[in-house]
């Protein structure tokens, strides 16, 4: 009992694969991804403070590095899925919340039970690095959609998940940040030779494109 179980939980999140149940040439887990949005995250504040922007850093990376803890209790829910309905996001966060408060309440010692309830809490806010976690985490997203679709993976649901990712990407384009991505790291991306170029590329120009 008690926070060794919290250490314990750690190894858990390389066991949760990202999206199950469907046919991937490279299986992600959310432990990794939990550091690869943490990496996005660290450029993409980068960028803001570059231009002027105030970055608080310790917000952003207790943010970009807890902000899928709590799917220890719940696993991984495909985006397609998770997003179809608002009632059905919301469900799925209270869920998360109200077992993630329930661990902290049984393992955490008592003085620092608030910390961890707020550092576990839902991060995607709309403070400048809750809007940074955002985006963080649909560019990962979005590289691991792209990464099947370069290897020629023929399930729909990756272009799906590219779409969807790209487009609440989009939604953030009054940060220089996610401007910079759009019109440098995207750019770069979908003229690699090694993707089906006009398929991902005419999806990519219609959200760009699209208001």
């Known amino acids: 009992m008690g926070v060794h179980q919290y250490f314990k939980s750690l190894n858990d999140l390389e066991m ?45 990376y207790e943010k970009a590095l807890n902000h899928d803890y709590p799917e220890i209790f719940t696993g991984d829910i495909k985006t397609p899925v998770k997003y179809s309905s608002i009632e059905l996001n919301n469900l799925f966060s209270k869920v998360e919340e109200t077992m993630t408060v329930s661990f902290i309440e049984k393992e955490f010692p008592e003085e620092y039970k608030e ?38 993976n023929p399930e729909p649901l990756f272009f799906e998940i590219y779409e969807e990712a790209l487009g609440t990407i989009k939604r953030f384009d009054h940060l220089v940040s996610v401007q910079d991505f759009l019109d440098n790291i995207l750019v770069e991306m979908t003229e690699e030779h090694t993707i089906p170029e006009s398929e991902l590329k005419n999806i990519t120009k219609e959200i760009l494109d699209s208001e």
Do not use: C, M
């Not at 992600?28 to 850093?57: C, M, P, R």
């Open 115 to 152: 910390i961890y309830r707020n550092r576990f809490k839902e991060g995607k806010d709309s403070s400048l690095e809750g809007q940074i976690l955002s985006v963080a985490d649909k560019i990962d997203l979005l590289y691991e959609s792209y990464g099947e679709i370069q290897k020629g």
């Open 16 to 60: 949760l694969t990202r999206l199950p149940g469907k046919f991937k040439f490279q299986q992600h887990n959310v432990a990794a991804h939990s550091f690869k949005v943490t990496k996005i995250a660290q450029y993409l504040g980068t960028v803001e403070e570059h231009h002027g922007q105030h970055v608080d850093w310790k917000t952003l």
